[in-house]
């Protein structure tokens, strides 16, 4: 057995070796592998001092073995000598098996062991001017000779630490001139000693050509001043580890990176926590796993020094195993068939070195197992075997164990479709699937699953819809990296920027995400990073956040959202418990945008296509108002305050609703830093989306995240006048939500059938009464025009109630006969105004040119022509005008009436302003005839006396017969502006119009036939005439018989 050593010997210079300056001595290292029988060990020392010294001003300070190795079978096993450790290359080699002082090398190498103290230097030293310049010479010599004066130089200086080793200068850079350096000091050193000879260096280095010139820079980067504990060996996974770094000088507060494929900062976080003690730092992990085995350093930065110690983490990983078999449904053609399967088992590809294990249960077959070739990304481990069609069902599972002997396992069942079994048979990509169970694709470029369940249906199989949870690769990264962001690698503000910014660049293609499972995994990045910040101040963050948040609802993104959520919420009116348990996609964009802007540093209005967020300083007792979207949002606060106030739109269209309301508005965010006091008011005027229907009712909104549903509570809208006004009083996020069906009056509809119906009744029975007493009436020109206005009158008055009766339901009659409907009744109530016209008219007529008396045939002409062709025209040419009966124009299918768009627009007015100036015209008419009558000679010839009379009965049916139609019209205008959201008002005039609208026929009667004696008296005469004929009939009869 032979032994071999490695000693390390010191020699310390005097003052007349040429590199010495100053008063200090300089050092130099020597180092010698021999190889000799360990019995000869004892007396090594001092055989070894003699050759070495042949100078008497050079003397051996210290001469130490640091390295013992010896031959093994599988290579060499050295150790290290107390004081000595290996190079962290060494340690940190797979191919090299370390344990603590001890390790075994398995090549030809000559290892050797260095001190604990040995500090390694690596530098870079910049310097000025045209002296150095032949370093950059293209010529070998002159590098060679300006590198042996640069390197004299730096050697007189550095020599003097103590333990100094070796310096060298590696190679060049232009930038000025840049030289990179090393330098080994083999001990304990000052880093103020250090930092004191590198500054008298740069002194030192300066051009002596030009005075004003610069001095020499240099940054060092020491390795061994900083001492680094890791745990040495394999770490089991999720476990817990101590890494931990100390100095004997105070050098201020270390920085900890780890390095993998990226090098991190390391934090404090849910994975990691950093604690700083005096000159002691410990990274504390509570979660070992890939994702913390690699390099990690410690760093010390005092001055332009920085000093560093690293070590390797390794961790024993444990993988996530995907199993499947291959046919996933395996079908059999009898029942005792047996059928071939593959079951795979797929792993990503890592550093740990897996035995995999297969168990079986019910399985008779033989088991063959395949092991993937190292190189792919993913491994897939597989497994091949016969099953049987018949009870029980057969069981696989892989087991993958690591080095530490942590096992991980996945197990499948194999299912089987039997020979009367129900099955949905092969679609594409999808396999044979037996009936009652889903088939599982993995997504192709993409991650996760998609889904298809077979149905069962009369004993056979049918395929379901796909469910796709494929999420866009570029996108399933952004999501990674935001779960992860606050485990402790890198600081929580960068790695904020960092998916901010990715997931900015991602949502600016909507080919990326317009699939649910895009919009989803966006949507968790937002949620993610909103639990996790607490302030954003990075400009740049802040207007990532909003753009992404924008981009995320663009309509062509609509389909993205899902339609399952929508309407699926629930309408409170007070505080309480929700009821449904699934949070929808919008509830939590809403929720983490919101956060995401409460915690943002705003520095001016943010305005994006889809979000818009304006924040404002309030004094104490002002109003502040922030505009977004032409929705301003007023806060009256009590205490000075700041408003930030955001507009979202699209979003008010993916939040859940009842059936009943559907959304009016853009959703807007109100937030306050400060707290909100209970006299805070807020008034949002919003802008609409759509106008509002007549007498539906708006409602003021805000999303309550307990009951995750809109609630009225503590908000009020202001009403018809101010539609798009709410006053809340609290903070929170608020929309408008408008009612699907206009408001009813209770027992309107029963009132108009039984008024009409009356009505139609009434003016038959008045139409049958004028015509059995016409001739006896009938005896003067003005009871003539009396009687055959008031004939028009009933028959267009009973065409329009008929008319008004059949449109009463619009909902249930077709658009033809609602807009049929329309036309009669403005034609035929239009027709009865202008035959009262025609009264009054006529009698003004009479009045003011007692003796031109006009015929019956020209008033009959003239009554005709103002009573149907004058509103023929009207109505003929309102129909045109409006597109040609246009609905919304012309008439509105939800009243089969004319339209009414606020004053003096809509159809409406064709009917309302002619009734105004024919009762205009009545009442004036009134008025003068009255006035003629009163004023009438006294001495007027009997002859006229009839003639008066029956003009006193014409302005009698004038008088009852304006206030009864132009009344009625008066309350259906006001029913046409009163909006029934008005309230009581509103109800009241309501009531009134219908009530002397369905009863006008009625009115008809008992006022202008029944209510009039003359028609009562010919009415009577008629009767008896027919009574007393019938009664001298059978008197004759009887006569007849007693003579016979």
Same mark, same amino acid.
């Given at each position: 057995?032979?032994?071999?050593?490695?000693?390390?010997?010191?020699?310390?210079?005097?003052?007349?070796?040429?590199?010495?300056?100053?008063?200090?001595?300089? *050092?130099?290292?020597?180092?010698?592998?021999? $190889?000799?029988?360990?019995?000869? $060990?004892?007396?090594?020392?001092?055989?070894?001092? *003699?050759?070495?010294? %042949?100078?008497?001003?050079?003397?051996?300070?210290?001469?130490?073995?640091?390295?013992?190795?010896?031959?093994?079978?599988?290579?060499?096993?050295?150790?290290?000598?107390?004081?000595?450790?290996?190079?962290?290359?060494?340690?940190?080699?797979?191919?090299?098996?370390?344990?603590?002082?001890?390790?075994?090398?398995?090549?030809?190498?000559?290892?050797?062991?260095?001190?604990?103290?040995?500090?390694?230097?690596?530098?870079?030293?910049?310097?000025?001017?045209?002296?150095?310049?032949?370093?950059?010479?293209?010529?070998?010599?002159?590098?060679?000779?300006?590198?042996?004066?640069? @390197?004299?130089?730096?050697?007189?200086?550095?020599?003097?630490?103590?333990?100094?080793?070796?310096?060298?200068?590696?190679?060049?850079?232009?930038?000025?001139?840049?030289?990179?350096?090393?330098?080994?000091?083999?001990?304990?050193?000052?880093?103020?000693?250090?930092?004191?000879?590198?500054?008298?260096?740069?002194?030192?280095?300066?051009?002596?050509?030009?005075?004003?010139?610069?001095?020499?820079?240099?940054? @060092?980067?020491?390795?061994?001043?900083?001492?680094?504990?890791?745990?040495?060996?394999?770490?089991?996974?999720?476990?817990? #580890?101590?890494?931990?770094?100390?100095?004997?000088?105070?050098?201020?507060?270390?920085?900890?990176?780890?390095?993998?494929?990226?090098?991190?900062?390391?934090? *404090?976080?849910?994975?990691?926590?950093?604690?700083?003690?005096?000159?002691?730092?410990?990274?504390?992990?509570?979660?070992?796993?890939?994702?913390?085995?690699?390099?990690?350093?410690?760093?010390?930065?005092?001055?332009?020094?920085? +000093?560093?110690?690293? &070590?390797?983490?390794?961790?024993?990983?444990?993988?996530?195993?995907?199993?499947?078999?291959?046919?996933?449904?395996?079908?059999?053609?009898?029942?005792?068939?047996?059928?071939?399967?593959?079951?795979?088992?797929?792993?990503?590809?890592?550093?740990?070195?897996?035995?995999?294990?297969?168990?079986?249960?019910?399985?008779?077959?033989?088991?063959?197992?395949?092991?993937?070739?190292?190189?792919?990304?993913? !491994?897939?481990?597989?497994?091949?075997?016969?099953?049987?069609?018949?009870?029980?069902?057969?069981?696989?599972?892989?087991?993958?164990?690591?080095?530490?002997?942590?096992?991980?396992?996945?197990?499948?069942?194999?299912?089987?479709?039997?020979?009367?079994?129900?099955?949905?048979?092969?679609?594409?990509?999808?396999?044979?699937?037996?009936?009652?169970?889903?088939?599982?694709?993995?997504?192709?470029? &993409?991650?996760?699953?998609?889904?298809?369940?077979?149905?069962?249906?009369?004993? %056979?199989?049918?395929?379901?819809?796909?469910?796709?949870?494929?999420?866009?690769?570029?996108?399933?990264?952004?999501?990674?990296?935001?779960?992860? #962001?606050?485990?402790?690698?890198?600081?929580?503000?960068?790695?904020?920027?960092?998916?901010?910014?990715?997931?900015?660049?991602?949502?600016?293609?909507?080919?990326?995400?317009?699939?649910?499972?895009?919009?989803?995994?966006?949507?968790?990045?937002?949620?993610?990073?909103?639990?996790? @910040?607490?302030?954003?101040?990075?400009?740049?963050?802040?207007?990532?956040?909003?753009?992404?948040?924008?981009?995320?609802?663009?309509?062509?993104?609509?389909?993205?959202?899902?339609?399952?959520?929508?309407?699926?919420?629930?309408?409170?009116?007070?505080?309480?418990?929700?009821?449904?348990?699934?949070?929808? !996609?919008?509830?939590?964009?809403?929720?983490?945008?919101?956060? !995401?802007?409460?915690?943002?540093?705003?520095?001016?209005?943010?305005?994006?296509?889809?979000?818009?967020?304006?924040? %404002?300083?309030?004094?104490?007792?002002?109003?502040?108002?922030?505009?977004?979207?032409?929705?301003?949002?007023?806060? +009256?606060?009590?205490?000075?305050?700041?408003?930030?106030? #955001?507009?979202?739109?699209?979003?008010?269209?993916? !939040?859940?609703?009842?059936?009943?309301?559907?959304?009016?508005?853009?959703?807007?965010?109100?937030?306050?830093?400060?707290?909100? =006091?209970?006299?805070?008011?807020?008034? $949002?005027?919003?802008?609409? =989306?759509?106008?509002?229907?007549?007498? *539906?009712?708006?409602?003021?909104?805000?999303?309550?995240?307990?009951?995750?549903?809109?609630?009225?509570?503590?908000?009020?809208?202001?009403?018809?006048?101010?539609?798009?006004?709410?006053?809340? +009083? +609290?903070?929170?996020?608020?929309?408008?939500?408008?009612?699907?069906?206009?408001?009813?009056?209770?027992?309107?509809?029963?009132?108009?059938?039984?008024?009409?119906?009356?009505?139609?009744?009434?003016?038959?029975?008045?139409?049958?009464?004028?015509?059995?007493?016409?001739?006896?009436?009938?005896?003067?020109?003005?009871?003539?025009?009396?009687?055959?206005?008031?004939?028009?009158?009933?028959?267009?008055?009973?065409?329009?109630?008929?008319?008004?009766?059949?449109?009463?339901?619009?909902?249930?009659?077709?658009?033809?006969?609602?807009?049929?409907?329309?036309?009669?009744?403005?034609?035929?109530?239009?027709?009865?105004?202008?035959?009262?016209?025609?009264?009054?008219?006529?009698?003004?007529?009479? #009045?003011?040119?007692?003796?031109?008396?006009?015929?019956?045939?020209?008033?009959?002409?003239?009554?005709?022509?103002?009573?149907?062709?004058?509103?023929?025209?009207?109505?003929?040419?309102?129909?045109?005008?409006?597109?040609?009966?246009?609905?919304?124009?012309?008439?509105?299918?939800?009243?089969?009436?004319?339209?009414?768009?606020?004053?003096?627009?809509?159809?409406?007015?064709?009917?309302?302003?002619?009734?105004?100036?024919?009762?205009?015209?009545?009442?004036?008419?009134?008025?003068?005839?009255?006035?003629?009558?009163?004023?009438?000679?006294?001495?007027?010839?009997?002859?006229?006396?009839?003639?008066?009379?029956?003009?006193?009965?014409?302005?009698?049916?004038?008088?009852?017969?304006?206030?009864?139609?132009?009344?009625?019209?008066?309350?259906?205008?006001?029913?046409?502006?009163?909006?029934?959201?008005?309230?009581?008002?509103?109800?009241?005039?309501?009531?009134?119009?219908?009530?002397?609208?369905?009863?006008?026929?009625?009115?008809?009667?008992?006022?202008?036939?029944?209510?009039?004696?003359?028609?009562?008296?010919?009415?009577?005469? %008629?009767?008896?005439?027919?009574?007393?004929?019938?009664?001298?009939?059978?008197?004759?009869?009887?006569?007849?018989?007693?003579?016979?």
């Amino acid at each position: 057995m032979w032994t071999f050593i490695l000693l390390y010997t010191l020699y310390t210079l005097g003052l007349n070796i040429c590199q010495a300056t100053g008063e200090d001595n300089s *050092t130099q290292m020597y180092y010698v592998k021999l $190889i000799i029988d360990k019995s000869a $060990i004892d007396n090594i020392t001092a055989i070894l001092k *003699t050759p070495f010294v %042949r100078d008497n001003n050079l003397i051996v300070e210290k001469l130490d073995f640091t390295t013992t190795c010896k031959s093994v079978s599988a290579g060499k096993k050295c150790t290290c000598s107390k004081g000595y450790r290996w190079r962290d290359r060494v340690y940190q080699s797979d191919e090299n098996d370390c344990s603590g002082d001890k390790c075994t090398f398995t090549q030809n190498l000559n290892p050797m062991c260095i001190s604990d103290n040995t500090v390694n230097i690596n530098g870079s030293l910049t310097l000025y001017g045209m002296s150095y310049h032949d370093c950059l010479s293209n010529k070998e010599d002159k590098v060679i000779n300006c590198t042996n004066n640069l @390197l004299q130089k730096m050697k007189k200086v550095y020599s003097t630490l103590s333990g100094f080793d070796s310096i060298a200068i590696g190679n060049y850079s232009v930038g000025s001139i840049i030289a990179d350096f090393t330098m080994t000091i083999a001990g304990p050193i000052s880093t103020d000693k250090l930092s004191s000879k590198s500054k008298e260096l740069e002194k030192k280095l300066k051009d002596p050509k030009d005075e004003n010139g610069l001095d020499a820079s240099i940054f @060092l980067e020491t390795r061994g001043i900083v001492k680094l504990s890791i745990p040495s060996g394999l770490v089991r996974y999720n476990s817990n #580890a101590t890494i931990s770094c100390s100095t004997t000088e105070d050098l201020g507060k270390p920085k900890w990176h780890l390095k993998t494929d990226y090098t991190n900062v390391i934090t *404090t976080g849910t994975e990691s926590e950093v604690i700083i003690n005096g000159s002691e730092s410990t990274v504390k992990l509570n979660y070992t796993s890939e994702r913390w085995a690699g390099e990690y350093t410690c760093t010390y930065k005092k001055g332009h020094i920085s +000093h560093k110690a690293s &070590a390797v983490l390794r961790v024993s990983l444990l993988p996530n195993i995907r199993i499947t078999t291959d046919p996933s449904f395996p079908r059999c053609q009898r029942s005792n068939d047996l059928r071939h399967v593959t079951v795979k088992c797929e792993i990503r590809n890592s550093s740990e070195t897996y035995k995999v294990n297969w168990d079986n249960k019910n399985v008779d077959s033989k088991i063959d197992t395949f092991v993937p070739s190292p190189p792919e990304k993913i !491994l897939s481990y597989e497994a091949k075997t016969f099953v049987g069609c018949q009870p029980p069902i057969p069981t696989l599972t892989c087991t993958f164990k690591n080095r530490l002997n942590q096992t991980r396992k996945a197990e499948i069942e194999i299912i089987t479709i039997n020979v009367n079994d129900a099955y949905c048979e092969a679609d594409g990509e999808w396999e044979e699937t037996k009936a009652n169970y889903t088939a599982v694709l993995q997504c192709k470029n &993409a991650a996760g699953q998609k889904k298809r369940k077979c149905n069962e249906e009369n004993q %056979r199989g049918i395929w379901g819809p796909v469910e796709s949870a494929c999420v866009n690769l570029e996108v399933h990264d952004v999501l990674e990296r935001a779960i992860t #962001a606050d485990v402790g690698l890198g600081e929580l503000a960068d790695n904020a920027a960092i998916v901010f910014s990715r997931l900015q660049n991602v949502t600016n293609s909507t080919d990326k995400i317009n699939s649910f499972a895009n919009m989803n995994a966006s949507v968790e990045v937002l949620v993610s990073m909103s639990s996790k @910040l607490n302030h954003i101040n990075n400009e740049s963050t802040v207007n990532d956040v909003l753009e992404s948040s924008s981009n995320l609802l663009e309509k062509s993104l609509s389909s993205s959202w899902g339609t399952d959520n929508t309407k699926s919420g629930h309408l409170k009116t007070n505080e309480g418990e929700g009821s449904s348990s699934h949070v929808s !996609l919008a509830e939590r964009y809403l929720s983490s945008v919101e956060q !995401l802007i409460v915690v943002a540093n705003f520095t001016t209005a943010s305005r994006k296509k889809n979000i818009e967020v304006e924040e %404002r300083n309030c004094t104490q007792g002002s109003q502040c108002t922030n505009k977004v979207f032409n929705v301003n949002v007023s806060l +009256h606060s009590s205490i000075p305050n700041s408003v930030k106030t #955001a507009g979202m739109r699209q979003l008010e269209k993916y !939040l859940p609703y009842n059936d009943t309301v559907e959304p009016n508005s853009i959703v807007v965010t109100a937030t306050t830093k400060g707290k909100q =006091t209970a006299g805070d008011t807020i008034t $949002i005027d919003f802008a609409l =989306t759509n106008p509002r229907a007549p007498n *539906t009712k708006i409602l003021c909104v805000y999303w309550c995240n307990n009951t995750r549903s809109w609630s009225e509570y503590g908000c009020k809208w202001e009403g018809p006048s101010e539609e798009g006004r709410c006053v809340c +009083h +609290h903070l929170s996020s608020f929309a408008m939500l408008v009612s699907k069906t206009p408001l009813t009056i209770p027992g309107i509809t029963e009132i108009t059938y039984v008024g009409l119906s009356v009505s139609i009744v009434s003016l038959i029975i008045s139409l049958v009464i004028e015509m059995s007493v016409w001739s006896a009436l009938v005896k003067t020109n003005s009871l003539y025009l009396r009687h055959t206005a008031h004939i028009n009158i009933s028959v267009c008055l009973l065409v329009a109630d008929c008319c008004f009766l059949a449109s009463s339901t619009p909902e249930k009659i077709d658009q033809i006969w609602c807009k049929t409907s329309v036309v009669l009744k403005h034609f035929c109530y239009l027709s009865m105004f202008f035959w009262m016209l025609c009264l009054s008219t006529t009698l003004l007529h009479k #009045a003011v040119f007692p003796f031109h008396n006009l015929s019956k045939r020209n008033y009959l002409r003239f009554s005709l022509v103002l009573g149907y062709v004058c509103p023929l025209l009207i109505v003929v040419i309102t129909f045109i005008a409006n597109d040609g009966g246009a609905e919304d124009l012309y008439f509105s299918r939800r009243t089969c009436w004319l339209v009414y768009k606020g004053f003096m627009k809509g159809s409406i007015h064709t009917f309302l302003i002619p009734i105004g100036i024919i009762i205009f015209v009545n009442v004036f008419s009134m008025l003068v005839v009255i006035m003629k009558l009163l004023d009438h000679p006294k001495n007027i010839q009997k002859s006229n006396e009839k003639e008066k009379t029956a003009a006193k009965t014409v302005m009698r049916s004038v008088i009852l017969l304006t206030p009864i139609f132009g009344g009625t019209w008066i309350f259906g205008f006001a029913v046409t502006i009163l909006d029934l959201t008005h309230g009581d008002i509103a109800f009241a005039v309501n009531y009134a119009f219908t009530l002397l609208n369905a009863f006008q026929g009625l009115f008809i009667l008992l006022t202008t036939c029944l209510g009039e004696k003359q028609t009562r008296e010919a009415l009577l005469n %008629r009767f008896r005439n027919k009574t007393l004929a019938s009664t001298a009939s059978s008197s004759t009869k009887l006569d007849s018989t007693w003579k016979k």
